[in-house]
């Protein structure tokens, strides 16, 4: 039986070590590895625990081996934190699920993804990188702007505040980047149109967008964007529904293929998209380990709401790895 070991970061564990709830916002609830332990175990492979990185580390130097890895650990500090349990499989020479160590530490710096996309012809919004606060000087884009974390995921360091209309509060939200998140902040012209957020499943020319959920604020919603605090609280405040309009969905599915096969994604990502005021729409960013939960994360929402069922999605993840490793 074909054993498939499972790299993951569990929030609770890390919670128990003391970090935050913010701190660990990207990590995994314990019900999603059981979900995905369940699917790979329905679909008839043997799964194998193994958990974070340092585990990971152990089990290799004692010689332990798996056919394949599904990996969706994010890791905990650095821009190419996603990158380092893939680095460390290829070191190995152990086949694992999802993109490769330099499309994901690529993928997590939102500025060296816009220009990546950018160059391949997709619509992004005009940027800039803030290293320190001085250079907000140099920042000469047209208001309003978007101010973000140049490296984080979950909507972490994005407030009701990330939307800024003057000088004065560009530089303050910029300096709440810097010292907040010790990273630079990314400028982005803002965007007033629809949210949506898509999935793309596969790899190269194989890749297809599977669907895509409209995302809107309720009441008690933080404004302007899909936040942190309204992903925490997103059953309260926010709407899912999944696009029906056809003409933004093939828009949709031009960009979101072409960014993917740009920045060498395989297998599995959530990308992020949103309409200008006249309903044309620009890259935001890409998730290339997109969330498992089967019932709180956007891409098996989408491919619920799609009638594909959760073992399908896990089954296509592991279908698409096997055939590039020619398993």
Not at 4 to 20: K, V
Not at 93 to 117: N, R
Not at 170 to 175: A, V
Not at 195 to 218: D, K, M, N, P
Request: with cysteine.
């Amino acid at each position: 039986m074909i054993r498939i070991g499972l790299t993951y970061d569990l929030r609770s564990e890390y919670l128990a070590m003391g970090y935050s709830e913010e701190e660990t916002a990207e990590f995994d609830r314990d019900d999603t590895i059981s979900s995905i332990e369940s699917g790979i175990r329905e679909l008839g492979y043997k799964p194998v625990p193994i958990g974070h990185i340092r585990s990971l580390t152990e089990k290799l130097t004692r010689g332990e081996r798996w056919d394949l890895i599904f990996n969706i650990a994010e890791g905990i500090s650095g821009f190419s934190r996603e990158a380092q349990v893939p680095a460390l499989l290829e070191a190995y020479q152990i086949p694992y699920t999802g993109s490769d160590p330099l499309t994901l530490a690529l993928s997590h710096h939102k500025g060296y993804t816009k220009e990546i996309v950018d160059r391949a012809g997709v619509s992004t919004p005009a940027f800039a990188v803030v290293d320190a606060e001085e250079d907000v000087s140099n920042i000469h884009l047209p208001f309003p702007l978007f101010v973000k974390p140049v490296a984080e995921g979950t909507g972490k360091g994005v407030t009701g505040k990330s939307r800024v209309t003057s000088a004065a509060e560009l530089r303050e939200q910029c300096r709440y980047v810097l010292e907040t998140f010790r990273q630079p902040a990314l400028v982005e012209t803002y965007l007033p149109g629809r949210e949506i957020t898509v999935g793309v499943l596969g790899t190269g020319i194989a890749a297809r967008v599977v669907g895509a959920l409209e995302i809107e604020s309720l009441s008690g919603a933080e404004a302007h964007a899909y936040s942190y605090y309204n992903k925490e609280n997103c059953e309260q405040v926010i709407r899912y529904s999944l696009l029906t309009d056809k003409a933004m969905l093939e828009s949709a599915a031009v960009i979101c293929l072409k960014a993917w096969r740009a920045l060498g994604g395989r297998d599995a990502c959530r990308m992020d998209l949103r309409a200008d005021e006249r309903g044309n729409l620009s890259f935001l960013e890409v998730n290339p380990l997109p969330g498992l939960h089967p019932q709180h994360s956007d891409l098996p929402m989408i491919c619920e709401r799609i009638g594909m069922r959760y073992i399908d999605l896990i089954g296509s993840i592991v279908d698409s790895a096997r055939q590039r490793y020619g398993l």
